[in-house]
């Protein structure tokens, strides 16, 4: 019998989405979690469940670090600081190797370089360093030919993006987050976690299923996860590594709660506390729309992304056709709803037997969000 209680507080008219998020986390005993959103900038929701968490506690949420990063060249690229339709080598002329002169920003920020990961493989060290991913990615051939189609760049999409944004500007992608969107608006969601606030981290949990059968890992993807190395990368441990925490890399390493996921995409659509909105619609629209139609060359997912950010409506109907976010290996999702006004994050501290990329509870908890916010 589950022992999950949930803990918290919803805004009148949200009910049904405690309801709905009691529903996902009793389905798993002992099961931690956290929900948290915003509708047209102010907190509506904030619940948490399970052993040892609360709404302060901090979870590894893997690839929502993808968001955080991408966020960051929306905001340059809305600055005019860079062109989506410049090659890549004109800023990063390494990058020219083996054939990929002419892929331009837009193409890899869509996941259509073929630049999944190395022959051979990165270890832990290197996965949690995005300029030695960054380094050793400018050599690598790509997998396949370069805008012929899309595939999921899980680990490097990050450091391959940061490393055109330090080019450009000189700074970081992590130096630009703290900067422009974390210290501004008070977000507990870091790239980079302080020493101090590691005892605040909850830590990640394989799934209790026996899980399935991992894919060859030659394949593309075994590459793009990384199990082409001599020793394969369990999620897990990378998840828990305080070398990952403290390095904060771009694809997979941001360290945070549901508040302040949900706080850093409502702040893409809304004022937050007197703060102006992030986004200007019209980048909202240039980032969020479907940057390639088809299947993803290594999840197999239909229609996955935009530049930087999945595309959600492919996955969850309830939302509008423009909402953007990310989905974390455990099964979290985060992400904005414009149609709605809705920031939204649901985490999740051990991995889905429904897969990653979105566990399957995040579909009724976000129609129960969506039908709250009108």
Do not use: C
Not at 63 to 91: E, F, M, P, R, Y
Not at 244 to 255: D, I, Q, R
Not at 329 to 336: E, V
Request: no cysteine; net charge negative; proline share 5%.
């Amino acid at each position: 019998m589950t022992t999950t209680e949930v803990h918290g507080t919803v805004a009148a008219g949200y009910e049904k989405v405690r309801d709905a998020f009691t529903t996902a986390v009793t389905a798993e005993e002992d099961l931690g979690a956290q929900l948290a959103v915003y509708a047209e900038g102010k907190p509506v929701v904030d619940l948490w469940s399970g052993p040892g968490v609360d709404g302060d506690s901090l979870f590894i949420n893997y690839s929502s670090a993808k968001g955080a990063a991408h966020l960051v060249a929306a905001l340059l690229v809305q600055d005019g600081a860079i062109d989506l339709d410049a090659t890549v080598a004109g800023h990063w002329p390494e990058f020219a190797a083996e054939g990929k002169g002419r892929v331009t920003f837009r193409e890899l920020i869509a996941h259509r370089a073929g630049l999944i990961g190395v022959d051979g493989g990165f270890t832990v060290a290197e996965l949690a360093d995005d300029r030695a991913l960054a380094a050793r990615l400018a050599g690598q051939k790509p997998y396949w030919e370069p805008g012929t189609g899309f595939g999921y760049h899980a680990y490097v999409i990050g450091a391959l993006t940061g490393e055109v944004i330090r080019r450009v500007t000189g700074r970081t992608i992590q130096e630009w987050y703290e900067e422009r969107i974390r210290v501004p608006y008070g977000l507990d969601y870091h790239l980079g976690l302080p020493s101090e606030l590691e005892a605040r981290f909850v830590p990640v949990e394989e799934m209790r299923e026996t899980p399935p059968a991992g894919p060859d890992p030659q394949s593309l993807t075994g590459i793009a996860f990384n199990l082409n190395h001599p020793e394969p990368t369990s999620l897990v441990d990378y998840g828990n590594s305080r070398l990952v925490h403290a390095g904060g890399p771009t694809s997979s390493g941001g360290v945070g709660n549901a508040r302040g996921l949900a706080r850093m995409y409502a702040a893409t659509l809304s004022e937050v506390d007197g703060r102006e909105r992030l986004l200007r619609p019209e980048t909202i629209a240039e980032f969020a729309g479907i940057s390639m139609t088809g299947t993803d060359l290594v999840t197999g997912q239909p229609d996955h992304f935009g530049l930087g950010f999945e595309a959600v409506a492919a996955r969850y109907t309830a939302v509008g056709p423009d909402a953007f976010g990310h989905s974390g290996a455990t099964g979290s999702y985060s992400l904005a709803d414009p149609r709605s006004g809705v920031g939204y994050s649901y985490l999740r501290n051990r991995f889905s037997a429904g897969g990653g990329g979105g566990s399957p509870e995040n579909g009724e908890i976000l129609r129960a969000v969506v039908e709250a916010a009108g």
